[in-house]
């Protein structure tokens, strides 16, 4: 079975990438789903996520304990759905290449934005002030950066029909590599 993965940066539309993905009867998990199952109080990660955004050490400290086991339960339902031979699972990994993780999957789609609108979605739908959201897009590799080394780039400036027309084609390409 290859093992699928879509990244991006913050605020480029990731979660609603994966529910057209669902409604095209592709699974997802979310890498972000999982660290909220590790820390569940929103008010705790909202006080973590400000003092590590604020100070790289912590935030690397943070990261070596929390990302080893978002990684192996990714593995584990990529490892179910082989068991189960379902073969399409795409799995959401804001942080993939900065984790090194992008060698684990056989094919990467990355979701992009123009930094202006990822700063404008954060400030509208999250609450963060525009120092938050700078400080939060500064923390991962640029939008580009995750595009020149994704197999298949998906451009969210648009419209939602516009993104669920290119997750069509996503997940078309994924299909012909399932061959």
């Not at 093992?3 to 409604?23: D, H, M, P, V, Y």
């Not at 990684?71 to 189960?84: N, V």
């Not at 700063?119 to 640029?142: D, F, K, N, T």
Request: glycine share 4%.
């Amino acid at each position: 079975m290859k093992k699928f993965a879509l990244t991006g940066g913050i605020a480029c539309g990731k979660s609603l990438a994966a529910r057209f993905l669902n409604e095209l009867g592709v699974e997802t998990l979310d890498a972000d789903d999982i660290v909220h199952e590790i820390i569940p109080d929103p008010a705790e990660r909202r006080r973590i996520a400000a003092e590590v955004f604020s100070d790289p050490i912590k935030r690397r400290e943070l990261e070596s304990r929390i990302h080893p086991l978002v990684r192996r339960r990714i593995h584990d339902w990529l490892d179910e759905a082989r068991s189960k031979e379902e073969p399409l699972r795409v799995a959401v990994i804001p942080l993939l290449y900065e984790t090194g993780w992008e060698t684990d999957f056989d094919f990467v789609g990355c979701i992009v934005s123009s930094r202006e609108l990822q700063i404008a979605r954060m400030m509208e739908y999250r609450g963060y002030s525009e120092e938050e959201a700078v400080a939060r897009i500064e923390a991962q590799l640029s939008t580009e950066e995750k595009a020149a080394r994704a197999d298949f780039v998906i451009v969210n400036d648009s419209t939602e029909d516009n993104l669920r027309n290119q997750i069509a084609l996503f997940v078309n390409e994924l299909r012909l590599r399932t061959l």
